[in-house]
């Protein structure tokens, strides 16, 4: 297997266990289509029909999916920038895009279910980027499996430490093991994020900038030079 081979095996074994651990019994319809057809990773919203409006949030979706598709299909020489368009063009076409598609067909068969990445860039805080704004799913899950546990018996500081270092591994599962390179990395990148929540939350830091500059400025921690040449730079 190839570098990508890894990775979509990767994905796929992290996705299926995250479902496991979340499911609960529901219609058999509705089961398949919490498999099968949406990311996110609580199932709660499956289980019962409320009156919701979804047309507008899947036109949104499928712009953001055109604008992400534009940018991977482009074929320029312009080094580091391809990769930075690449990057850009992956997360429009799916986690901006495809997602709020899967969000607003959901909601227009009334169920309830939330967007997966609100608006980032509005973050204000570290915690607020990763406890409400970026990929929720995983935030369900880490936050009923890892932090509520360890913050029993621990407390929050130790709540909040567990659930970025569970981030880390994670991440060295999806990004270092394709590439067989860069071990040690991600976990850095949500370690120092873990001790710098509690820093903003020990000291009240935060503001946009703050939180830009901390999301991207050890960004190559997390997108390490080995996953860059492994995985990114084939798609430019």
């Known amino acids: 297997m190839n570098a990508w081979d890894r990775m979509l095996v990767a994905v796929g074994l992290t996705y299926l266990a995250f479902k496991a651990l979340t499911f609960r019994r529901l219609a058999f319809g509705r089961a398949l289509g919490y498999w099968a057809l949406w990311p996110g990773m609580d199932a709660r919203p499956f289980a019962e029909t409320r009156p919701a409006a979804g047309a507008g949030l899947m036109a949104w979706g499928l712009c953001k999916m055109a604008v992400g598709a534009g940018l991977l299909a482009l074929r320029t020489e312009l080094g580091w920038l391809d990769v930075v368009r690449v990057f850009l063009g992956i997360g429009l076409l799916v986690h901006f895009g495809l997602c709020d598609v899967l969000a607003g067909f959901w909601r227009s068969r009334g169920v309830t279910v939330e967007r997966l990445f609100v608006n980032p860039a509005a973050s204000r805080t570290l915690g607020e980027f990763w406890g409400r704004r970026w990929n929720r799913a995983f935030h369900a899950v880490a936050h009923e499996v890892v932090f509520r546990p360890v913050?029993?018996?621990?407390?929050?500081?130790?709540?909040?430490?567990?659930?970025?270092?569970?981030?880390?591994?994670?991440?060295?599962?999806?990004?270092?093991?394709?590439?067989?390179?860069?071990?040690?990395?991600?976990?850095?990148?949500?370690?120092?994020?873990?001790?710098?929540?509690?820093?903003?939350?020990?000291?009240?830091?935060?503001?946009?900038?703050?939180?830009?500059?901390?999301?991207?400025?050890?960004?190559?921690?997390?997108?390490?030079?080995?996953?860059?040449?492994?995985i990114i730079l084939p798609l430019t």
Do not use: D
Request: hydrophobic share 55%; net charge positive.
């Open 151 to 230: 913050v029993g018996r621990g407390g929050g500081a130790a709540g909040v430490l567990a659930t970025f270092l569970f981030s880390g591994l994670l991440h060295e599962l999806l990004i270092s093991v394709p590439v067989r390179a860069g071990y040690g990395l991600p976990t850095a990148y949500f370690v120092l994020h873990g001790f710098l929540v509690l820093a903003e939350r020990k000291w009240a830091l935060g503001g946009r900038v703050w939180t830009l500059f901390w999301v991207l400025a050890p960004l190559p921690l997390l997108f390490h030079p080995w996953f860059v040449r492994g």
